[in-house]
């Protein structure tokens, strides 16, 4: 690195970007470790002349919610599942498009379609392929159509599935929304790691392809390793925005972040942190993304830890 | 392991779809290479040698033409099938894996009867890195290598394996002048010992020649000369492998035999009985010059450079394609170097002589020539059944003007627009020469594979006999037309136009048979039109 | 060796027919499964496109049927009128235009010089202002939304383009792609430019810049495609009508005149509007965004 | 030397930057209790924000009338905008509140105004309909003109103020396969106890089918609970009383209904119930529970060839537990008016909420177009009202026959208390609702136990 004599001119130089940062998101932060000392603080009651104390009770409000469990559990579970799952996926996505000759362009321009598609959307129609409309619960259940999801698996002979409807279970819950986030995230990892591919010196395949490297390995012992900072970026990256999961969910079972009838059983963090802002419990809001961001900031360090000894420079 | 090319030819789609020009990088290319030789492929860049070595690894598959390895024919094999080891040019070891890992990647390759027990494999990757001096470093990062122990690293992997043939891809040039001696010893020795086919691609002479049982100077995907090292270098067959071989370069001159001598101005420098009168090129090797006072070549003097053991004699003369020629003799001789003139004689056989009326390119149907063009008379001729017609000729610009006007009275709309069209690129040009002239040259260009577009032009000419003709073509070489019937030209033209401009289609789609359009209007498909080109029939005159 | 014996070669002779027929086999399949892969995962990707489509195409009471459609029994385009009539697309894009140009010009210039200085100058605390910046990148920005709002209320920025422009000018994202390019431009080049008495800045124009304009070229589309698609923020500080931006002004739930639901047909027609243009900027800057991406080459 | 004191004055000002915004974090809301001030409307220009959700063809109307309005008041001007959803509405305005930049005018349900009213920015109403200067206050015969229902609902915030004013209502109603009913000869029920059997008749005649759909389970909920008399929720002291063993019955009670196949939901059978009451599939509803604003969506689709309704759709009121003592909901907005510094600005805001829910062609209007109905009696009288009415069907003016059947049981119409959480009850008992009519179980008791219990954890820690 080459040394400056003029120190005071890198910091004229990141003035505009520090005077920003200052403003739009340091001193939001300040406010939210601010509200999360307040016990109890609500931004309506405040203006109404509310004072506040300071103290941990937003915190312990937080971590004695009932449901606060399974709102980590859940967090967890989403994040630990989607991202190798999304990640795997997008890459042999972009080794098999890297691959091939005609329609590459074409295809790589639908698979980045999603990314330009309405989020809306996009929860409706998922909402809609896994939707069983009729009485279900009913006995006898009555099922007017069983959704295109197991409509097509029927013709396997699988029983319709309830996947998101009245009294569907917890992991068929789960599966609809791995898919959703999985298929939500594979657009933008899919454009790194083609990136990352395109920028791979064409000489180690056409070495591995003298030495007679079967695909399976060329794939494993040279394109993933070569491939491993963007590997590793998308992974941190992804579990930052994996912990932060909320509107996804919303996508697929509305407001109730649950199936009909099991409210909140597909709650996450930001999904609670949220729920507090609607109840005007700005300082319970400000605990929770607190406790967020400590975990957040753990598992980066792990991942970090965890690139260093694996990601090849 | 004999390898055998037969009739190989490379062509690479242009990377410019909308000029669908095609470039040949290997062009009917045929040798043998012995078996457990060390072959240098040289040639200037681009000239097809690294795309022959790569073809021969299986990387790339021919356009046409057969490989073969002893007396199989291995080209529809795909690479790992071939057992062949390649060294890249940036040798291209896997950065994140260690120098022992990178040598037993291979070997890990290997599946069914070909697995080896991991012991085998270690044992093999020793012995390999033994044999490059490696074994030291087998624990080692790439990165963490200098640029030769890279380079020994890249052999040992490629060896590993026991190839049947071995090709290295300009193995020296990332190295430093020091490093390249050495490791172009050690590739030699390595090769003895192993004594495995080696293939390897250079642009640098010198490295061919040191290190070569026999080189193969390439030039635009042509064979130019085989040979071994010392053979090519005494004995070149054409002035482009002359120029090519040998530092300091060879000192070229325009000269000429007149009754059976050979003149370097007016210097009568060598005998050449037997020989007809013609303008030539006379190639002398630095070393063959011999400082005498009455030597037969005069020259002006520049400078006298003392190296030791020689004497490198720095001059001029009017006739030298370069602004001094460099001579080397003994440093017995003493040279005053206050003098103004000195005088050399030649020793016969570091001299030599080229012809220097060339045919610039030439168009054949199956052996007979159709048309040649000469560049130093700057005439063009045709030649169909039996005739000859010579139709380069100078056209003035009265003479234009007056055939359009007989054009417009007599011509389609259609016509009269493409003849506006046939001015306007004459005009543009300023031709001296008949525009025919000017035309085929431009159909022929010279490098085909760096002209990135297309252009069809449409000109007029007359012939010796006064008879006018009309051109029409492209540089796609797929149709050419010379005719006196105008309308044929035009139609051709027009076609060219629309079809390949027009709509943007490929040339390709013109190129089913090649038309020509025969002067007396007729039309006849040939399928198979070669275009012979460039400087290589600047060949050797042997006196 | 020095009996030059000739080395036994380990791989066994292949018989040649009947590899190469393998060869071509291995080939074909290869190539069936893999585009039979690729374009599996393109209809998985398509359908909700395509469900957008249609449901804009849709009537209400088809789009209200509990068995859905997949394709409208009765294809209808005043959808599309309405949700390009409710709106005022001239101002619309206008206001998109001017925010979109400013702000990214805007952007540009600030990240080039934050990335510079964190790419090539020295100073103390350098590294931890560096990984400060990229941990407000793990923060639920959610929280901000409130806080910002009253800033930007009390600076009196409401209903203005300023606070459409200036609040998320710097993109840490964005820095940190840029410094990552600026750090592939080799030291000597700068030391060079040192020795010649070239001052900073025109080293940073003539030299850096035009080295790592891929990675500036796509961090101009993405910053443009995020101005075009921006809703959250715009919504919330710029209601005027005079202000809005395309996706708000577009998008802004069109609902039903009599139950007050959304009524989706619309919305989705409104939607596919506002998607079009980013879906053509893609396709034609498709080379530039994934060129800037490679080149930026995402390395610690 | 300069060059440092450069970079100390950088940090400087971001620091103070920092720290006051920090710092200024005060800010007051209007008052809310609105003193009117001497002389009401002086006549000065102000301009109002008038915040709501009405789609193109209703802001038709409104911008008709703020030209008539501006006859009677040149200088005040309305702009009025639509924000999305109404919970759109009540997000962007809890947020502006903040900061005071709230609009002047809104739409609202009671729950907003009870959000609004923890920082006290809703201006109490009271005083402007009571005051006695020229033109502000509201005549005796005005407020009698009000359905009586619909003006209290402006009093449920539990300290007996006057908050909102009634724009436009709506209740649930009950749409019946008339052509069905018809041809099979059955009797409308009036209970839900005829209704049980008319279901179990209805599954004779067609097995397959699921003879009632209703649309809101939280709707349900409060309204049964209403039809009992027993507690819901509270507007003052402990606010979440729904946990008891009437409403438990009842539950139990629709459990065994759906059990049996006889009703379902929106969210129980995942699509519009009112798509399964006009869709001619293999599984029917032939009746629905739904808002009488939604009548169209209750009505077929055409036939393509004959251009006829498949069949009649018919409206009337819904089942109750005690015919003589009907009690429906009362939906639909109501506009409330923000503090502000200028009380010309509140003046001028309650002069434009009077005009539009006093004023007879504007009220008679606007229910034409928007399905709801008029809040104001006088409507009936109407001329045009008056013929929508008449005309009305169950096919192509099923909106008046709706508004018809509304406008029959204004006696009928309740509304919850409103506080700030009541939302939040509504949603955990449309929850249980489906937790309760679904979930396998052997104890059935325990569940409706378990399910009461925790709805009530959750409303209390959520408020």
């Known amino acids: 690195m080459v040394d400056s004599k003029h120190k005071w001119k890198a910091w004229l130089y990141l003035s505009p970007a520090l005077i920003l940062l200052a403003v739009f998101t340091l001193y939001p932060i300040v406010n939210t470790i601010r509200l999360a000392f307040m016990e109890d603080y609500g931004m309506m009651k405040a203006l109404s002349g509310a004072t506040f104390e300071f103290g941990f009770g937003n915190f312990e409000k937080v971590v004695e919610y009932r449901n606060f469990t399974t709102c980590l559990k859940n967090t967890v579970l989403l994040c630990v599942l989607t991202v190798p799952i999304s990640t795997v996926l997008a890459l042999l996505i972009a080794v098999t498009l890297n691959s091939i000759g005609p329609l590459r362009r074409f295809l790589q321009t639908i698979y980045f379609l999603p990314y330009v598609t309405n989020s809306i959307a996009i929860g409706m129609v998922f909402a809609a392929m896994f939707n069983i409309v009729g009485n279900v619960s009913a006995e006898p259940p009555l099922i007017t159509t069983a959704g295109i999801i197991n409509n097509f698996l029927g013709i396997f002979g699988v029983e319709p599935i309830n996947w998101i409807n009245v009294g569907s279970s917890y992991w068929a819950n789960i599966t609809v929304m791995v898919i959703y986030i999985v298929w939500n995230a594979l657009p933008f990892k899919i454009l790194i790691l083609l990136g990352g591919l395109q920028s791979i010196n064409k000489q180690y395949y056409d070495a591995a392809k003298v030495d007679g490297t079967s695909r399976a390995r060329t794939l494993w012992k040279i394109t993933v390793p070569l491939l491993s900072p963007m590997i590793a970026y998308v992974v941190i990256t992804s579990f930052m925005g994996g912990f932060k999961e909320y509107s996804s969910i919303v996508g697929i079972f509305g407001e109730t972040m649950g199936p009909p009838g099991n409210k909140g059983a597909m709650n996450t963090m930001v999904g609670f942190i949220y729920q507090s802002l609607e109840g005007q419990h700005q300082g319970r809001a400000s605990a929770a993304s607190l406790i967020l961001f400590a975990i957040i900031m753990a598992v980066t360090l792990v991942n970090l830890q965890v690139s260093k000894k694996k990601v090849h420079y | ?543 | ?300 | 030397m300069k060059k440092k004191l450069l970079c100390v004055l950088l940090i400087v000002v971001m620091l103070a930057t920092t720290v006051s915004l920090i710092a200024c974090n005060k800010n007051s809301a209007g008052e809310a209790n609105f003193v009117v001030p001497e002389g009401g409307y002086d006549g000065s220009a102000v301009t109002l924000k008038f915040y709501h959700t009405m789609g193109a063809n209703l802001r038709a109307v409104l911008d008709t009338y703020i030209v008539e309005f501006n006859k009677i008041y040149p200088n005040i001007t309305i702009e009025h905008e639509q924000v999305g959803s109404y919970d759109d509405v009540r997000t962007q305005i809890s947020t502006e509140i903040n900061v005071g930049a709230q609009p002047n005018i809104a739409y609202c349900y009671p729950d907003h105004v009870a959000l609004y009213n923890v920082a006290g920015a809703v201006v109490q109403l009271d005083n402007l309909i009571n005051s006695t200067e020229e033109g502000i206050g509201l005549s005796d015969a005005q407020k009698a003109d009000f359905i009586q229902g619909y003006y209290n609902e402006g009093k449920q915030f539990g300290d007996e103020f006057m908050y909102t004013m009634p724009l436009s209502k709506s209740t649930e109603v009950l749409y019946y396969n008339k052509t069905f009913f018809d041809e099979h000869n059955l009797q409308l029920p009036k209970t839900w106890a005829e209704m049980e059997a008319l279901c179990a008749q209805i599954k004779q005649i067609d097995p397959d089918c699921i003879p009632l759909g209703y649309d809101s389970e939280a709707n349900w909920f409060i309204t049964m609970c209403e039809q009992y008399g027993s507690p819901y929720t509270s507007a003052t002291g402990d606010h979440f009383l729904f946990d008891n063993d009437t409403n438990k019955s009842f539950v139990k009670m629709f459990r065994e209904w759906h059990k049996k196949g006889y009703v379902t939901t929106q969210e129980i059978y995942g699509a519009y119930t009112s798509g399964l009451f006009i869709e001619q599939v293999d599984t029917n509803s032939y009746m629905s529970i739904g808002s009488s604003a939604g009548a169209t969506h209750q009505r077929p689709a055409k036939d393509e060839t004959t251009g006829e309704y498949p069949f009649e759709v018919g409206i009337t009121t819904i089942p109750q537990v005690n015919a003589s003592n009907p009690k429906v909901i009362s939906q639909g907005p109501s506009l409330c008016i923000f503090g502000k510094e200028n009380p010309q600005e509140v003046v001028a805001s309650w002069l434009f909420v009077k005009y539009l829910t006093t004023t007879v062609a504007f009220q008679a209007e606007f229910s034409m177009v928007s399905g709801y109905v008029p809040v104001i009696k006088s409507v009936g009288e109407h001329p045009a009202y008056a013929n929508f009415i008449n005309n009305a069907d169950g096919g192509a003016n099923i909106a008046a026959l709706s508004a018809k059947v509304c406008l029959q049981q204004e006696a009928a119409y309740y509304t919850s208390p409103a506080f700030n959480g009541s939302s939040m009850a509504r949603d955990e008992v449309g929850a249980l609702m489906i937790k309760c009519l679904t979930e396998n179980t052997n104890d059935v008791d325990a569940l409706i136990n378990s399910a009461f219990a925790d709805a009530v954890d959750e409303c209390e820690y959520n408020s």
């Open chain 3, 1 to 300: 060796m020095a009996e030059n014996k000739k080395a036994t070669v380990i791989m066994h002779e292949r018989d040649i027919e009947k590899t190469s027929k393998l060869q071509v086999v291995n080939n074909v399949f290869g190539t069936f499964f893999r585009y039979l892969f690729l374009i599996i995962v393109a209809v998985v990707v398509l359908f909700p496109f395509y469900w957008m489509i249609i449901s804009s195409l849709k009537t209400l009471a088809e789009y209200r049927l509990s068995v859905p459609t997949f394709w409208p029994k009765q294809v209808v385009w005043y959808n599309y009128v309405e949700a390009f009539t409710a709106a005022n697309l001239g101002t619309l894009f206008k206001n998109t235009v001017i925010v979109g140009v400013v702000s990214t010009i805007l952007s540009l210039v600030i990240t080039v010089l934050t990335a510079f200085v964190f790419a090539r100058l020295e100073f103390k605390g350098k590294n931890a202002l560096f990984a400060m910046l990229l941990g407000t990148m793990m923060i639920p920005g959610e929280l901000f939304t409130i806080t910002n709002y009253e800033t930007v209320f009390r600076l009196g920025w409401l209903n203005t383009y300023t606070v459409l422009i200036v609040p998320f000018l710097v993109s840490v994202f964005y820095v940190y792609l840029l410094r990552q390019s600026f750090m592939q431009i080799p030291d000597s080049l700068y030391l060079a430019a040192k020795v010649d008495g070239t001052s900073d800045l025109k080293y940073l124009w003539k030299v850096m810049i035009p080295l790592a304009m891929p990675t500036i070229i796509s961090i101009t589309i993405l910053k443009m495609m995020g101005a075009w698609n921006s809703y959250m923020w715009p919504n919330l500080v710029a209601r005027d009508a005079d202000m809005q931006l395309i996706t708000n002004g577009l998008r802004n739930a069109f609902t039903e005149a009599t139950s007050g639901d959304t009524n989706f047909p619309v919305q989705m027609a409104a939607v596919a509007l506002v998607s079009i243009p980013l879906f053509l900027v893609f396709i034609f800057f498709r080379k530039y965004i994934m060129k800037g991406v490679s080149r930026s080459g995402i390395k610690g």
């Open chain 2, 1 to 543: 392991m004999k390898v055998v090319l037969e009739n190989l030819t490379k062509v690479f789609p242009s990377r410019n779809k909308k000029a669908g020009e095609e470039v040949v990088a290997v062009n009917n290319f045929s040798f043998e290479i012995p078996d457990g030789k060390l072959i240098g492929l040289l040639g200037p860049s681009g000239c097809g040698k690294s795309t022959t070595l790569y073809m021969i690894s299986g990387l790339q598959k021919p356009t046409s033409g057969k490989i073969y390895f002893g007396d199989d024919d291995i080209t529809a094999l795909s690479p790992e099938n071939r057992g062949v080891g390649l060294v890249f040019q940036n040798y291209a070891l896997y950065p994140h894996m260690t120098v022992k890992q990178n040598i037993l990647f291979p070997l890990q390759n290997l599946k069914g009867e070909d697995k080896l027990s991991k012991d085998d494999m270690l044992k093999k990757a020793y012995e390999a890195a033994k044999l490059v001096q490696i074994d030291e470093l087998m624990d080692r990062k790439p990165s963490e290598l200098s640029g030769g122990q890279q380079q020994r690293v890249a052999i040992a992997r490629a060896l590993v394996k026991m190839p049947r043939v071995l090709l290295l891809d300009e193995p020296l040039s990332n190295l430093d002048a020091r490093l390249r001696l050495q490791t172009r010893e050690e590739i030699r020795r390595i090769q003895r010992e192993t004594q495995i086919t080696t293939i390897f691609v250079t642009h640098d002479q010198e490295e061919a020649m040191s290190i070569s049982d026999m080189i193969v100077v390439m030039k635009l995907g042509v064979i130019q000369q085989i040979g071994a090292p010392q053979d090519v270098y005494d004995s070149p067959e054409n002035l482009f492998v002359a120029k090519f071989l040998g530092t300091p370069p060879i000192n070229v001159f325009d000269g000429a035999i007149r009754d059976g001598k050979v003149y370097i101005g007016e210097d009568a420098v060598l005998d050449a009985p037997g020989v007809e009168d013609q303008e030539v090129y006379v190639g002398i090797r630095p070393e063959g010059f011999e400082l005498a006072e009455d030597g037969a070549l005069h020259c002006e003097l520049r400078s006298v450079e003392v190296m030791g053991r020689d004497v490198s004699i720095v001059s001029a003369n009017a006739q030298a394609h370069t602004p001094v020629i460099r001579s080397i003799i003994n440093a017995d001789n003493k040279v005053d170097a206050t003098q103004k003139e000195v005088r050399f004689n030649l020793k016969a056989h570091k001299t030599f002589v080229f012809a220097k009326e060339r045919v610039t390119w030439s168009m054949a149907n199956e052996g007979k020539t159709l048309y040649t063009f000469n560049k130093a008379s700057q005439t063009l001729n045709a030649k169909y059944d039996g005739k000859s017609y010579d139709l380069g000729v100078l056209l003035t610009d009265e003479d234009i003007a007056k055939l359009e006007k007989q054009a417009k009275q007599s011509l389609s709309p259609v016509a009269k627009f493409f003849i506006k069209q046939g001015k306007k690129l004459l005009g543009a040009a300023q031709a001296k020469v008949a525009p025919a002239v000017e035309l085929v040259q431009s159909l022929i260009p010279e490098k085909p594979a760096l002209t990135g577009e297309i252009t069809y032009k449409l000109a007029m000419g007359k012939n010796k006999e006064g008879q006018t003709l009309y051109f029409a073509g492209g540089v796609d070489n797929a149709r050419l037309c010379v005719t006196s019937d105008i309308q044929k030209a035009v139609d051709l033209h027009a076609e060219l136009v629309t079809k390949v401009v027009g709509e943007g289609k490929k040339a390709k789609t013109v190129v089913e048979g090649y038309n020509v359009y025969y002067l007396d209007g007729e039309t006849k498909v040939y399928p198979e039109i070669t275009v012979a080109n460039g400087e290589n029939h600047e060949k050797r005159i042997f006196l």
